[in-house]
């Protein structure tokens, strides 16, 4: 007989509680959250945190997700615990044919994922954010809420791209780059740093 396994979020925030709420909407059951910084026994949306990160290895049986925005953050805690992650869809999501989704990502209400688009591990796309056709989304990822990326565009590892901003078809953003809520793209960006603006550039 095949059992759902339980999930343990990793996060106790409000990222925490969207992605529990979306396993939930899903059919899974969320065992509890992991959160260094919420006491032991908070309720989140009806599950309880249980503890710490560090005690993650308490629950081999479990699947995790790790629920936390910051893309650095959520690097070093996948890289320091090997478990099995699984991801999180909202039943609302748009999914085209040939689209992969790496391990530990999460993908929020009302996203578009068109055709033969790539989305690596640990990564986030937003509430409302429209990943366009032949996408590479890198690991360690976050494209946020209402986000345009056009098709055969290319997202570096450990990228951020914030709230509102459009990225031109065809365009390579390397890693580790951050992109201003509301920026416009339309230009390689080929060095790591924080770009804003319409059309964006590089923040001195």
């Known amino acids: 007989m095949n059992i759902k396994k339980q999930y343990i979020i990793m996060g ?94 999460v993908l929020m209400a009302g996203a578009i994922i068109n055709p033969r688009s790539t989305i690596g591990l640990h990564s986030i796309i937003n509430t409302g954010a429209i990943v366009e056709h032949d996408n590479k989304i890198g690991d360690f990822v976050h494209v946020s809420p209402r986000s345009v990326l056009g098709g055969d565009v290319y997202v570096g590892y450990g990228t ?26 339309v230009k390689d960006i080929v060095e790591s740093g924080i770009y804003a603006g319409v059309p964006a550039k590089k923040m001195e």
């Open 12 to 105: 106790a925030g409000g990222h925490g509680a969207v992605v529990a709420d979306m396993l939930y909407q899903r059919g899974f059951a969320v065992k509890g959250f992991l959160d260094d910084g919420v006491d032991v026994g908070v309720a989140v949306l009806g599950a309880q945190v249980l503890g710490k990160i560090k005690d993650c290895t308490n629950y081999p049986e479990c699947m995790f997700i790790i629920a936390i925005g910051n893309n650095a953050t959520r690097k070093k805690i996948a890289e320091t615990y090997h478990l099995e992650y699984g991801s999180a869809i909202h039943p609302s999501v748009i999914i085209g044919d040939g689209v992969k989704v790496g391990r530990g990502s």
């Open 160 to 185: 951020h791209i914030g709230i509102g901003a459009c990225v031109k078809n065809g365009i390579s953003i390397c890693d580790d780059v951050i992109v201003g809520a509301g920026a416009v793209i």
